[in-house]
């Protein structure tokens, strides 16, 4: 009976978890296809990893993180943003899916992949990467 | 209050010219909006034609370029076919090959091409750079003298190359060919490839996707929604055609919508512009200290708020400094969301601080603000002002931080002396911002102490006042922690800073007498060094915090399970085989195509990018291999059979463990089917392994990752990574005994850790390391270890030298634009005596040093590259024994064999046969086409044309420079059979450290003793100056008439001796001086004698010829003789009344009779003088008095009539109409008024006679009125200064004390 109820309370609480951080990454793809980056800035990690096509792969604080995905956003428009994958293996939440832009009228498709890590009682993203 | 306003806002005098740019401006904005529109709209109607005539100017661009790239490769290929030695050896005439190759190396470097030279037969004489494949009919065609172009697709580039005749007198005698990398193939960018394409290129110039296809079968595109062009050699031949989509008219017209943008940013920058000049030169100059400090701040901050929101000069330049990847920071809303922007920033800071400073420094630092007199308020406000410099300092610090954190600078990087452009411009903001603070806090000290000198009733000593001013600042700096939470420095940090603060304060009320102005060099040099005194220490604990807090984020990369991420890794490359253009090539692809899929799926995928030990493999469905890639370590991507593959296809990604311990390897494999229209075509299979040694993070060596991707090998210091079990030593990148075991204090440390790391010290070996422990399970078993070597103190002191330099440098340029500024203004700075002494001093002492440093850093590059040659030469000798050793010649050249050979003598090889590469360590680099497997042509001209048995070279790729070290490998019968190669590929990373480490300590070294040199140097030429410039300061002091002045200076021989005369000189002018006052005051008397004599003697004959034709109608008994009478007694009084205003004229300016001294408010007798004049509607007057003026002790008539006289005559000089000015304030000792008219001012040839009595320029004056107001001020022991200017208008300055005890020496220059 015990081992039922610790059961239960164990799945309840991987269930609560994994609500929270799905929460993150809805309102991070929110936040992409609106291009408001402030939405779900304040997830950002302190510091975090960052790669947007191809231009590096390194670490940023929050604040950096958020003007050059600002920049990013400003010179591209989201025509559609959709995490496909979404899971969580050995304490490691990650989304990965595809996302359209238009730049200059052209359209471009690359794959995102977002990781969150825990910061408190909750969430944070610690890498997003485009390719 | 109507006064006030129309002082306030004198529209009428800026209006007309504000008002009319600004309309011009709103105008152009207009007319911009209303041509956007018609632009747009006409692009909009005529769409189709707009589109086909814009496609059609793009492509014939881009055709253009493609010959204009022809061309320059053209032009090198006949500046080689045109050298005399090339010529030479093709004529036959020289035989001086090896000359042919050092130069053509030259040049191929140099440009960045590759060069082949052809003789007569056809057959390769030299060459150097890359290698291609050619077409021996192109070389024929050249020989024949037809010049021919192609473009060759290598591995990862595609080479387009030209080949000219070498023509001489009608005759071909052979051919060059050059070749250039125009286009990168894949999208990587590691350390050896950072090309950007052609196709790229011209992509980012002409705002479309261009596609350049190469090759003489290519078609243009068929797709209506595409125009191409073909593209020709510059034989005419076909190279390939060139593809542009069709424009989009949603793109152009947002193109053309941005230029309008930018157009319309451009003006509305202007815009700004002007109406800031307007509002600075409108309320720059008024009148109130407070409003003019408000205003300027106001305008300052809202300009750079609106740049900020014009996204200005961001929007018009596309530079590093405004890319937030460098830098960005959310303070203000975005005022430092990139480097460029917190410089500009920072300079709007400062700006602002010196309009406070010039503006307000006389008041602030001669205590003209209201001071509170007592003593609760004054502590009240003292801790006020004393926390308020806290808070500026917790503010710089939080800059600095931010600075750090928001960063990817490397502030103290001891392997860099010299700066990026970005990061130069950080240390200048900080610089400017720590400045400007120290400013402020000095200026703000400066009032506390001000305010504490005067108590309720007495003055305080001087101990108690600056007694208190420490007790404030120590209980604040106590105190602070309690109002901030995180108050980023220490409290016995604060109150250092505070005793700096008071003890720099005290040095410049010291010096008052020189002057105050905290912007003087020998003040910015103190403030220099109390910036980095100070702001070091807090950068480089920001910047500690920041290593720790990266290295563990960079950890977590080591923790993180990679089970999940490495499979993911795998899973998302696999589908690199799924794309159209793998199905393309496997259908309809040729066999070398087929062959290459392996190494093009690899260079997309996600692994490529990441940089892991990975093979791509590609079977055909009956397990015959098609194709395959292999990078990093090999070993375990060996092996795999067609059932492995099918296995790995139906059970997803797959982790085996091979091997145990130190040697354990975990291997991710996943596979698929590749199928098109239901046939399989083929399987394709992604191995990634990852190592026990590698703490299975499956890395391969970083020079294969993407460039700029973080990492810990890419971390500025070396980390060693270690793992334990338990406190047991399982693997370590460190050279740490196998018995090494984890202090106790360590692990159980890490046990209670929360979040499941701990930072702990510890000694290895003879070093201090930082090191990092991490739990990896939560059993607390495994444990991993990440060491970092602690900076000694000579770094710590490295990075101070290294900081104030680069703000000796700032404050260097800034001194260097404000020396030409003043030489533009034709106002140069003059080198004072102690300049050019410190100037020799320091020439004499430096030029030596800096050449024996530049000398010793030469002697330092020269000894490491002989270092690096010696061990180049004693690897090559080992490579060369062990080649020697292997039994069977097949077995060295399989592929395994060499990479286990380079493994026992821990050194990377090539083996070339003739000038091709015939076995490698490294065959990826070769595979991949990163390294050229044709032998480098000058070792080829050393080893094998100059017989050398040892030959090293710097060769590079890209901009990457690595040394490589070549030998003979020589066998039976002393034949050469093959040429060995050692490069330093892998190891130049280290040896680039190791040199730049080098120059940092040589650099350090240097730097103190420049330093030490430079302090000697300045106390030096200060000692010697001294007396001169006190010599000088009091002859200046005669000059001005002071004869009393004392040369306080102790100096011996000559200067002792000239300072002795100069005394004497004096005394001697003082007493002639006297003789002379007396003789000039008994000629002045005789004068003024005569002039009265004069004056009366005026009046006195129209009035005695008055009364004699007053006689003379008496007699005549005249019939009017009543008129006459009453005509002539009118013109005698009028006589007598001009005789009576000149008596009281004389007698107020000679006599001046017992004042009668009672205390005045100078506010109210200025008062009752406007009154006077306010009856006249033409002339205004802006009045800004002091609020509780203190009294001051005078004649009220006779001050009244001392401004009346003033008043009077500004009205007169603005022709009895304008606006005059009127201000009083209270200064320390007394009271200053001001009157200022906007007149037509005082020539500079006769404001020195203005105070002289019977000067006058009015037709109707007796020229006394000034002389009279300056002795009546005079009296009253007070001074009176008049500023003016031709045509702006006059000031006269007022000074009156608080007594007449008051001693104050009235100057003879008063009028400026």
Redesign the interface.
């Known amino acids: 009976m015990g081992f039922l109820i610790l059961a239960t309370v164990c799945s309840l609480h991987a269930q609560e978890q994994a609500r929270d951080f799905r929460i993150v990454f809805d309102e991070i793809q929110h936040g992409f296809e609106t291009g408001n980056i402030s939405s779900f800035s304040s997830r950002f ?3 975090l ?1 960052i ?1 947007l096509k ?8 929050a ?2 993180a ?3 995905l ?2 990013f956003l400003k010179t591209r428009k989201v025509l559609s943003f959709e995490f496909t994958n979404v899971g969580a ?4 939440p ?1 989304a ?1 899916g595809v996302v359209v832009f238009s730049q ?3 359209k471009e498709t690359s ?1 995102i ?1 977002v990781s969150l ?1 825990p910061f408190g009682k909750g969430w944070v993203i ?1 890498e997003i990467t485009l ?1 | 209050m109507r006064t006030l306003l129309r002082s306030a806002f004198p529209i009428e005098k800026l209006q007309r010219r504000a008002f009319g740019i600004v309309f011009v401006m709103l105008g152009l904005l207009a007319a911009l909006q209303i041509a956007e529109r018609v632009v747009l709209s006409y692009y909009e109607k005529n769409w189709d034609s707009v589109a086909a005539q814009k496609s059609t100017e793009q492509l014939e661009a881009v055709t253009r370029e493609f010959v204009f790239v022809q061309r320059t490769i053209r032009q090198i290929a006949s500046e080689v076919a045109r050298q005399e030695v090339v010529r030479g050896l093709l004529l036959g005439k020289s035989s001086d090959t090896v000359r042919v190759f050092l130069e053509t190396a030259r040049l191929a470097e140099r440009r960045d091409v590759g060069v082949e030279i052809y003789g007569g037969d056809g057959k390769l004489v030299a060459w150097s750079g890359r290698s291609g494949p050619v077409d021996p009919h192109d070389v024929q065609a050249a020989l024949q003298g037809k010049l021919t172009s192609s473009v060759t697709r290598g591995p990862i580039f595609t080479h387009m190359f030209v080949i000219v005749p070498v023509r001489v007198d009608g005759a071909f005698y052979g051919a060059v060919l050059v070749r250039k990398a125009v286009e990168v193939n894949y999208p990587l960018s590691n350390k050896f490839i950072r090309r950007t394409g052609l196709s790229e290129q011209l992509s980012r110039a002409l705002g479309v996707n261009v596609e350049l296809s190469y090759g003489t079968d290519v078609e243009p595109r068929k797709d209506g929604r595409f125009i191409s062009s073909v593209v020709y050699g510059i034989d005419g031949r076909t190279l390939g055609v060139a593809t542009i989509p069709r424009l989009a008219r949603s793109a152009f017209l947002e193109r053309i919508s941005g230029r309008f943008e930018k157009i319309n940013t451009a003006l509305l920058t202007f815009l700004i512009a002007v109406l800031s000049l307007f509002a600075y030169r409108r309320w720059g100059n008024h009148p109130s200290l407070w409003i003019r400090l408000v205003a300027l701040t106001a305008i300052i901050w809202i300009v750079r708020y609106l740049l900020l929101w014009l996204d200005v000069p961001s929007r018009f330049f596309t530079m590093s400094i405004f890319d937030p990847s460098y830098f960005a920071s959310k303070f203000g809303g975005g005022l430092a969301k990139s480097t460029g922007d917190m410089a500009l920033t920072a300079v709007a800071l400062f700006v602002n601080i010196l309009f406070v400073v010039r503006a307000g420094a006389d008041r602030i630092m001669r205590t003209a603000l209201w001071r509170p007199r007592s003593v609760p308020v004054q502590f009240m406000l003292g801790s006020f002002l004393t926390t308020f410099v806290f808070l500026s300092l917790r503010g710089v610090a939080a800059v600095i931080r931010s600075a750090v954190f928001d960063s990817v600078f490397r502030f103290n990087d001891p392997t860099v002396i010299i700066p990026s452009f970005e990061l130069g411009l950080m240390v200048f903001n900080i610089f400017v911002i720590s400045f400007c603070m120290i400013m402020v806090a000095t200026a703000t000290t400066w009032y506390i102490v001000s305010m504490f000198e005067t108590g309720d009733r007495t003055s305080r000593p001087p101990a108690v006042v600056w007694g208190m001013v420490l007790f404030l600042y120590v209980l604040a700096g106590f105190l602070f922690d309690v109002l901030q939470e995180t108050p980023l420095v220490s409290p016995l940090f604060r109150i250092a800073f505070g005793v700096a603060l008071i003890v720099f304060t005290f040095s410049l009320r010291v010096k008052k007498g020189q002057g105050i102005w905290p912007l003087r060099f020998s003040n910015a040099v103190i403030i220099l060094g109390l910036s980095a005194l100070f702001f070091y220490p807090v950068l480089e604990k920001a910047i500690a915090e920041r290593d720790r807090e990266r290295i563990e984020a960079l950890a977590r990369d080591i923790v993180r399970p990679t089970d999940t991420w490495l499979k993911y890794v795998v899973d998302e490359s696999l589908h690199q085989f799924l794309t159209d253009n793998v199905l393309d090539v496997l259908l309809y692809g040729s066999s070398e195509e087929v062959e290459r899929l392996a190494f093009s799926c690899w260079a997309m995928s996600m692994a490529g990018r990441q940089g892991y030990n990975c093979m791509f493999l590609l079977l055909d469905p009956h397990g015959e291999e098609l194709s395959r890639f292999a990078i990093g370590e090999q070993t375990p991507l060996v092996g795999w059979t067609l059932n492995d593959v099918l296995e790995a296809s139906r059970a997803g990604v797959q982790v085996q463990q091979r091997g145990s311990g130190v040697a354990a390897v975990r291997v991710y494999s996943g596979a698929l089917p590749i199928v098109a229209a239901d046939s399989l075509l083929a399987y394709g299979l992604v191995v990634v392994s990852a190592s026990q040694q590698s703490l299975f993070r499956g890395e391969a060596p970083t020079v294969f990752r993407m460039s700029g991707t973080e990492s810990l090998e890419t971390f500025y210091r070396p980390i060693l990574l270690s793992e334990f079990e338990g406190d047991s030593l399982l693997a370590s990148t460190a050279e740490l005994p196998l018995q090494y075991r984890l202090p106790r204090t360590a692990t159980a440390a890490l046990r209670d850790s929360p979040t499941g790391s701990v930072w702990v010290s510890e000694r290895i070996g003879s070093k201090e390391y930082e090191t990092l422990l991490l739990r990896r399970d939560p059993a607390n078993v495994r444990v991993i270890a990440l060491h970092i070597e602690k900076l000694g103190g000579q770094w710590h002191l490295f990075g101070i030298v290294k900081t104030m330099m680069y703000y000796a440098i700032v404050l260097i340029g800034a001194l260097t634009v404000v020396l030409l500024v003043r030489r533009v203004k034709g106002n140069p700075y003059r080198l004072t005596f102690r300049d050019k002494l410190l100037i020799a001093f320091l020439g004499t002492a430096l030029v030596p040093m800096i050449v024996i440093a530049l000398y010793v850093r030469v002697f330092a590059a020269e000894r490491l590259e002989e270092i690096l040659s010696e061990r180049l030469k004693q690897e090559t000798s080992q490579v060369e024994d062990a080649l020697n050793a292997a039994s069977n010649e097949h077995e060295v050249s399989t592929r395994l064999r060499p990479h286990l050979l380079a493994l026992g003598t821990k050194s990377d090889f090539n083996v070339y046969v003739g000038n091709t590469l015939a076995i490698s360590s490294r065959p990826e680099l070769y595979d991949t086409g990163i390294l050229d497997r044709r032998l480098s042509g000058s070792a080829y001209a050393a080893i094998v044309l100059q017989g050398r048995r040892f030959h090293v070279e710097t060769e590079s790729i890209g901009l990457y420079r690595y040394a490589v070290g070549y030998k003979p490998l020589v066998r039976e019968g002393n034949a050469m059979q093959s040429i060995i190669a050692v490069p330093a590929l892998y190891r130049q990373e280290e040896i680039d450290k190791e040199v730049a480490r080098t120059n940092a300590i040589v650099f350090g070294v240097y730097a103190v003793i420049a330093l030490i040199v430079s302090l000697v140097a300045t106390a030096m030429a200060n000692r010697i100056a001294a007396p001169i410039h006190k010599l000088t300061e009091a002859t200046k002091q005669v000059a001005r008439g002071d004869l009393h002045v004392k040369v306080h200076a102790t100096a011996d021989g000559e200067i002792g001796e000239l300072i002795r005369s100069f005394e004497a000189m004096t005394r001697d002018l003082e007493r002639s001086r006297e003789h002379l006052v007396r003789y000039e005051r008994k000629l002045a008397w005789q004068e003024m004698a005569k002039q009265v004599a004069h004056e009366i003697k005026n009046p006195l004959t129209p009035m005695k010829l008055a009364i004699q034709h007053l006689q003379q109608t008496y007699r005549d008994k005249v019939e009017n003789f009543d008129q006459v009478f009453a005509e002539v007694s009118q013109m005698i009084i009028r006589q007598v009344d001009a005789l009576g205003r000149i008596a009281s004229e004389f007698s107020r300016f000679g006599r001046m009779p017992h004042a009668h001294l009672e205390p005045c408010n100078v506010n109210d007798v200025l008062h009752e003088a406007l009154h006077l004049f306010e009856q006249d509607q033409r002339v205004t007057f802006g009045k800004h008095f002091a609020p509780q003026l203190p009294d001051i002790p005078a004649d009220r008539e006779e001050l009244r009539r001392a401004f009346i006289n003033i008043i009077r005559n500004g009205v007169q000089a603005m022709n009895n109409q304008g606006t005059i000015l009127v201000s009083t304030v209270s200064i320390p000792d007394g009271v200053e008024v001001r009157i200022q008219d906007f007149g037509c001012g005082i020539p500079d040839d006769i404001k020195h006679k203005l105070f002289q009595p019977n000067f006058s320029t009015k037709t109707d004056g007796m020229g006394l009125g000034l002389a009279i107001v300056k002795k009546t001020i005079e009296d009253l022991h007070g001074t009176i200064v008049i500023e003016s200017t031709v045509n702006k208008g006059t000031t006269v300055i007022m000074h009156f004390p608080h007594s007449t005890d008051f001693v104050h020496e009235p100057t003879s220059d008063s009028v400026r």
């Open positions: 990690a302190q510091q990893r790669d191809g231009e590096g792969n390194r670490y940023c604080s604040n950096q958020f003007y050059i600002e920049n293996n050995d304490d490691v990650f990965s200059k009228g052209a794959h992949y890590m610690a390719y």
